[in-house]
């Protein structure tokens, strides 16, 4: 007969023997605590990239993501991302996520300052002469200052994909 245990965060009565929690969005709540500036910060586990972490199920998860996901459904495609209004990667209110695609991510960032600027070796004037170029991709690279990875890459359309 398994232990009946108290949910540390709803008090409701669980049997799952391994976490002190019933459900992984009691795990969740449990460790979240409102700021003076209305975020919802994930106090447990930060990874390196500074967003919450957490593991329920042998499973990892990122926390804003799971919590999105929890409380709207879960989001269809892999490629959508929980955006934070508030810049604040442990933030988990909803009211400071919404979804969008990595450019609408990269967007916002640019809109607020955030990003570096970026540093491309090649121009788009570059990138049509690399396209039209004959010869190995090791001697176009090296012509321009780039790989041949990267030449492959702009003439398979992988990278530089906006320009003709």
């Excluded at 709540?29 to 586990?45: D, F, I, P, S």
């Excluded at 957490?54 to 929890?70: C, E, F, P, S, T």
């Excluded at 959508?80 to 442990?90: G, K, Q």
Aim: glycine share 8%.
């Amino acid at each position: 007969m398994k232990k009946i245990k108290t949910c540390k965060h709803c008090g409701a009565e669980h049997q799952n023997h391994s976490n002190p929690y019933c459900s992984m969005l009691c795990s969740i709540n449990g460790r979240l605590e409102r700021r003076a500036n209305g975020c919802l910060e994930w106090t447990g586990c930060v990874g390196d990239d500074g967003y919450g972490v957490m593991r329920w199920k042998r499973r990892d998860y990122r926390v804003h993501r799971a919590i999105y996901n929890l409380r709207h459904g879960q989001i269809a495609d892999a490629k959508t991302f929980v955006c934070h209004t508030c810049d604040n990667p442990r933030c988990c209110a909803d009211e400071h996520h919404f979804l969008g695609s990595s450019s609408d991510n990269l967007r916002d960032a640019s809109a607020k300052g955030r990003c570096a600027k970026h540093l491309a070796k090649l121009t788009p004037a570059d990138v049509v002469a690399i396209r039209a170029a004959r010869g190995s991709q090791q001697s176009i690279g090296d012509r321009y200052g780039v790989s041949q990875t990267a030449v492959s890459c702009i003439k398979l359309r992988k990278t530089w994909k906006h320009i003709s």
